[in-house]
């Protein structure tokens, strides 16, 4: 059996164990349902309409995607541009590092009444939460390639597109993977609270439709949806970073 | 930063301003489109006390909730450093509640603390704390075992080598965490409002929304925008002031 098997039939005992944890522990101490339902209750709601939690955690983890998808390639062509063109750089970075100290998941509301609500509203949301992050570490890590080292390369003819992409780019990638980290939770929040400016699928949908009902056993299922997309996602950049960036990612 | 990028960059703010101010007036751009910068600070002078009001609701919850959750976030990191033990148990569980994204909790707060401030409070210090502890955790953590061993060997105690190794070591992240988490605090402030609030900037907005009244979400949004940047602001100076020796 390899290491990877072994790490998730670990990663699976562990998940059953706390699931056994939960279910003693509200049986146990008796917690109120209105606090802490039993586990079993909650999987039994995913088992009465297993379609509508199927149908939000597909709708919202596509949301997410495209916008990440389209955060990260934007943002990564704008450091670079960025890079470039000092002028412009010096003329627009001051506004982009404002924007990141405002709370820009307010344009949420702004940017549902442009799209209306669409999957492609929702992804507009997730793109500008990841976009923003991304541009500037891109180009924090572009500026921190030793300079000698771009010497040395165009000393050899290197052209400025081989240095961008040979030397540049790769030294700049443990930084920009900082942001994607901050981006893959960033971008599930704007595409939750995107749908709940009307919408008829999503988790977003989810959550408000319980909370509504006051029914703390769906509120309960559509939280574990969030944490089960929340965590495959940032995993699944955490595991991209490792294979990418496999000389050792910055902290 | 130099003079000229200074230049540069306030030069940058104004051609912004300018192109959206002429954009939307020349091209007579319907107010749900974009309205004009002019526009937005004119419904925000004749709105000032609503506005200020909210500011005041949200200002509070987020301040509020961010000390409690400064506190808890550097108390339970403390905690798990000074008591091993409790690490074992209490990491993973942590770990778990903040591996849902922090606004799925807002409808569940929402029903148990209803609809007024506690609710808010509550999640902003949710948020922060979760930013603060893990701040402060990676930061304990960060210092060289063989200086652990020494002061060990010294004699010292498991106080003494927090109080003097740990603590210095970790303050740069701390403070690091504390920053990032002021923008997080009128963030979650503001997003749980919009689900449900009596006033407060965010319930400004979801009902600007569903009035359809642009301006005034804009107006909403700008003032969100000054307040959180004045809070980010003060945090910063009180670093710079506390943490000298950076």
Not at chain 1, 20 to 40: D, K, N, Q, T, Y
Not at chain 1, 42 to 69: C, D, H, K, N, S
Not at chain 1, 137 to 165: C, E, H, K, M, Y
Not at chain 2, 130 to 149: K, M, Y
Request: hydrophobic share 60%; proline share 4%.
């Amino acid at each position: 059996m390899n290491a990877a098997a072994i790490a998730a039939l670990r990663l699976l005992g562990g998940v059953i164990l706390a699931g056994l944890v939960w279910e003693a522990a509200v049986v146990g101490f008796g917690i109120r349902p209105h606090l802490l339902p039993r586990l079993s209750e909650i999987l039994a709601a995913f088992a009465v309409t297993p379609g509508a939690y199927w149908a939000g955690l597909q709708r919202t983890a596509a949301e997410t995607l495209i916008g990440f998808a389209a955060g990260t390639a934007v943002g990564i062509m704008n450091g670079v541009i960025f890079f470039r063109a000092p002028l412009l750089r010096d003329m627009l970075l001051p506004v982009f590092i404002v924007s990141q100290t405002i709370p820009v998941i307010a344009f949420g509301a702004l940017v549902v009444m442009w799209f209306g609500n669409t999957l492609f509203a929702k992804a507009v949301i997730a793109f500008y939460l990841t976009f923003f992050p991304v541009t500037v570490n891109t180009l924090l890590g572009l500026n921190s390639v030793d300079p000698r080292q771009v010497a040395l390369l165009r000393s050899f003819g290197a052209s400025p597109r081989q240095i961008l992409f040979r030397l540049q780019l790769p030294m700049a990638l443990p930084q920009i993977f900082v942001a994607l980290r901050l981006g893959a939770s960033l971008s599930l929040v704007g595409a939750i609270v995107g749908e709940w400016f009307g919408d008829n699928t999503g988790i977003g949908v989810l959550l408000l439709q319980a909370m509504y009902n006051e029914s703390v056993v769906a509120l309960w299922a559509a939280i574990l949806c969030a944490a089960l997309l929340g965590t495959g996602f940032y995993a699944l950049v955490a595991w991209a970073e490792r294979r990418i960036v496999f000389w050792g990612a910055e902290q | 930063m130099n003079a000229t990028a200074a230049v540069r960059g306030a030069v940058g703010a104004v051609l912004i301003l300018a192109l959206w101010e002429t954009l939307a007036r020349g091209l007579a751009l319907p107010a749900y489109t974009l309205p004009a910068v002019s526009q937005i600070l004119a419904a925000v002078a004749e709105h000032r006390s609503v506005l200020q009001a909210a500011a005041l609701v949200t200002g509070f919850e987020a301040l509020t909730g961010y000390v409690i959750g400064a506190l808890a976030g550097i108390g339970v990191a403390t905690l798990l450093i000074l008591a091993r033990p409790l690490r074992a148990g209490a990491l993973p569980l942590l770990l778990a509640i903040n591996s849902v994204p922090v606004v799925a909790w807002s409808p569940l707060v929402l029903l148990w603390f209803g609809m007024g401030v506690a609710s808010k409070i509550v999640m902003v210090a949710l948020a922060v704390g979760f930013t603060v502890f893990l701040s402060a955790l990676a930061g304990f953590d960060r210092v060289d075992r063989r200086s652990v061993d020494l002061m060990r060997s010294f004699g010292a105690g498991r106080f003494g080598i927090f109080w003097r190794l740990r603590l210095p070591a970790a303050l740069p992240l701390i403070a690091a965490g504390l920053r990032v988490a002021t923008v997080r605090s009128l963030i979650v402030a503001i997003v749980t409002e919009m689900l449900g609030a009596y006033g407060g900037l965010g319930w400004i907005i979801y009902q600007s929304v569903t009035l359809i009244d642009f301006v005034q979400v804009w107006a909403a949004i700008l003032v969100a925008s000054m307040l959180s940047l004045a809070f980010f602001g003060l945090v910063g100076a009180l670093e710079r002031r506390l943490i000298f020796w950076r």
